[in-house]
């Protein structure tokens, strides 16, 4: 299984949002599912459906989080080597003409950190005028090795994967939405403790739903 690294800060922040959907996001959920079921038909009851349908985005951010926890590797930044920059390293910039130091960050906490943090969108727009792919594409079009034609075919392709990728993820969503224990089946080939109590936690809480509604 291959390990992601993260700091510590992002793993963090990764578990807070974890449990605050557990714990208060998912039970409220099943409660709005349980009171919209009161109201009679289910068929054609919208506040049953925006509860089923805000069931299975929960559930899949749970599912998300829990496969990125479990692939996470906690890179400890304050024992890095201060005779390189790696992942998590904070960098001191000093410019030497006017005295000024800059501090750097060398990529984000996770997907839920905030780069803006570190750097201007100004900043970033200057470093991306420099992208070697846009400069290479123009080298290889100017030399005759890359038509118009070729980038939009292969754009096409690039869009055609996207889609099929997001809709594997919709239909992956759906059966969340109907089976939600089986986000404990794709993490871990056996169960930490915690996840354990988790997925019996779920289950009693399922089975009341049941019990109450058929």
């Not at 590797?73 to 390189?84: L, P, W």
């Not at 910039?93 to 201007?120: A, Q």
């Not at 994967?161 to 871990?188: D, N």
């Not at 996840?195 to 289950?203: F, R, S």
Request: aromatic share 6%; with cysteine.
């Amino acid at each position: 299984m291959q390990r992601v690294p993260i700091t510590k800060e992002g793993y963090e922040r990764l578990k807070f949002e974890l449990q605050r959907l557990q714990k208060e996001e998912r039970p409220a959920n099943i409660r709005a599912i349980e009171e919209a079921r009161n109201h009679g038909d289910i068929t054609e009851n919208a506040e049953y459906e925006a509860a089923k349908e805000k069931q299975a985005l929960i559930e899949g951010r749970i599912n998300d989080l829990c496969q990125k926890i479990g692939h996470s590797e906690i890179i400890e930044c304050g024992k890095n080597d201060h005779d390189r920059v790696v992942f998590g390293a904070t960098v001191i910039i000093e410019d030497l003409e006017t005295g000024e130091n800059v501090t750097y960050r060398l990529e984000v906490h996770s997907t839920s950190d905030d780069p803006k943090r570190y750097r201007t969108d100004e900043e970033v727009q200057q470093w991306q005028k420099r992208d070697p792919l846009p400069r290479f594409q123009k080298y290889l079009m100017d030399k005759g090795l890359l038509t118009d034609a070729e980038i939009q075919a292969l754009e096409e392709e690039i869009q055609n994967e996207i889609k099929a990728a997001v809709e594997r993820t919709e239909e992956q969503m759906k059966e969340l939405s109907s089976q939600p224990a089986i986000m404990f089946e794709q993490i871990y080939a056996e169960l930490p403790p915690h996840l354990e109590a988790q997925k019996e936690e779920l289950a009693r809480e399922l089975e009341q739903v049941e019990e109450t509604h058929g």
